[in-house]
């Protein structure tokens, strides 16, 4: 089974609107980390939020902000009114406590095109 | 703070060659990580290195891949008798420590074309 799904393999929205791009997961650890990257068409990665598995509140950091429903197991980035900037390709990845070897598994990625 | 650092940017090779490709953690973190990036795809790993030590090399390649992380220079992956499958985006990550919390900083990544 994929540890991490990214059902939306492209978005459009229009310049300062919001937008969610969904992110599922699957694991049996208890304890996790999920975190959202972007990668611009540079190609580098760009660290964005990050959620842990305990945390109570969902994580914001300026306009994005995390939608974690841990009982559904998704973990969906909200961008906040959108820029041209956001265009990019998106990734959600997760961390297992559990794993010794500490690796990250990414989705396949959605790519975020913001509409002037 | 310089962040993670990789080299070369772009690498192009003939089959049957080697691709070394390093990485220089950001100053702090002794912990490495390496993944691969197919066209399209998301990011897979491949191998994970502390210092001296490879702590998990599952994703890696059992035949031309290794990888290294000494205790003075950049951590190294080494392709031998690359292939045309070969070619992928090679991104490092670093983090200062392990856990669930720990965020991966990224290289800008190698991009590897085999030809």
């Known amino acids: 089974a994929q540890k991490i799904t990214q059902t939306q393999p492209g978005m459009f929205v229009q310049e300062k609107e919001a937008v969610t791009l969904d992110c599922t997961y699957d694991t049996s650890d208890p304890s996790y980390g999920l975190f959202w990257y972007k990668q611009p068409s540079s190609g580098e990665m760009i660290f964005l939020i990050y959620q842990g598995s305990y945390d109570q509140q969902n994580a914001t950091e300026g306009r994005y902000s995390l939608n974690f429903q841990k009982a559904r197991k998704s973990a969906n980035l909200v961008i906040s009114a959108s820029q041209l900037g956001d265009s990019a390709m998106y990734f959600c990845a997760m961390r297992e406590m559990g794993n010794t070897g500490n690796q990250f598994y990414f989705g396949t990625g959605t790519s975020l095109t913001v509409i002037p | 703070n310089a962040g993670v650092m990789q080299n070369p940017r772009h690498l192009v090779r003939r089959r049957g060659q080697e691709a070394r490709l390093r990485c220089s953690p950001m100053k702090g973190h002794s912990h490495v990580y390496w993944y691969r990036q197919l066209p399209e795809e998301g990011l897979k790993f491949m191998v994970y290195l502390q210092k001296e030590n490879i702590i998990d090399e599952s994703g890696m390649p059992k035949e031309r891949f290794s990888a290294e992380f000494p205790k003075e220079g950049p951590s190294i992956l080494r392709i031998q008798q690359v292939v045309r499958g070969d070619s992928a985006a090679y991104f490092c990550?670093?983090?200062?420590?392990?856990?669930?919390?720990?965020?991966?900083?990224f290289g800008p990544g190698t991009r590897l074309l085999v030809l």
């Open positions: 990550a670093s983090s200062p420590g392990q856990g669930a919390r720990e965020t991966q900083y």
